[in-house]
């Protein structure tokens, strides 16, 4: 079946750097790899997400990057700001998990003023 | 859009009571519907997931007969955690699909349950 693989496990940055976090998916059918950020005490939420025909997708400070023949995806923010503050986690997902996410273990942003 | 509400956010419920949570999509029709659940400072483990009007699948570990699942509608899923007990206290968050096959969850604000 598929795994996810996150890193890093935690990330420090000062608000205005950039954080770029890294996962790697052992299936190649998967073909959807979303990114949520969880808040504590909340649930998921999603920020964004690219399909396997895509290489890049942006979204105001917030980009992913997919590289297919390597298998891992990446989640970068720029000009990080305390709200960016969370957990962040990414999945995949494709036909053969059913349309199940499969989710990687999270990371822990903290972004210090 | 794509808003999915959990009821009750936090429970505390007695030793070898039932607890009901409910998941409601409030602004679309899921087809599918996942119920998780999500340890201190661990990932989102999937428990089941479940199709309106029919039975949900299990994902393996997990107790079918402790942890009821009810997909009566297209817009309500509910977990009953039966004769519960201090290790089901948990974090248990539910998720909907917008269409079967497009995979694109949406997440409720999970449900804290607390059993003493």
């Known amino acids: 079946g598929e795994n996810v693989e996150q890193h890093p496990s935690t990330l420090s940055v000062q608000e205005g750097d950039s954080a770029v976090i890294k996962c790697t998916y052992s299936d190649s059918a998967s073909n959807y790899f979303p990114w949520y950020k969880q808040e504590l005490g909340k649930g998921p939420q999603l920020i964004i997400d690219i399909r396997s025909n895509v290489g890049e997708k942006k979204d105001q400070r917030i980009a992913v990057t997919l590289n297919k023949t390597a298998k891992h995806f990446s989640l970068h923010i720029t000009e990080t700001q305390p709200e960016d503050s969370a957990v962040y986690f990414c999945a995949a997902s494709g036909s053969n998990q059913g349309g199940k996410l499969i989710f990687g273990q999270g990371t822990e942003l903290s972004v210090k003023p | 859009g794509a808003v999915v509400s959990q009821h009750p956010s936090w429970v505390i419920c007695k030793s070898g009571t039932s607890v009901k949570i409910e998941c409601r999509s409030l602004?679309?029709?899921?087809?599918?519907m996942f119920w998780y659940r999500q340890f201190p400072k661990q990932s989102l483990m999937l428990m089941a997931t479940s199709n309106e009007g029919s039975k949900a699948t299990y994902e393996q570990g997990v107790e079918k007969d402790k942890f009821l699942i009810n997909h009566a509608s297209l817009t309500l899923s509910t977990l009953t955690v039966t004769s519960a007990h201090p290790e089901d206290s948990s974090f248990y968050i539910c998720?909907?699909?917008?269409?079967?096959?497009?995979?694109?969850?949406?997440f409720g604000p999970g449900t804290r349950l607390t059993v003493t």
């Open positions: 602004d679309f029709q899921a087809t599918t």
């Open positions: 998720s909907a699909a917008l269409l079967a096959g497009v995979y694109e969850q949406y």
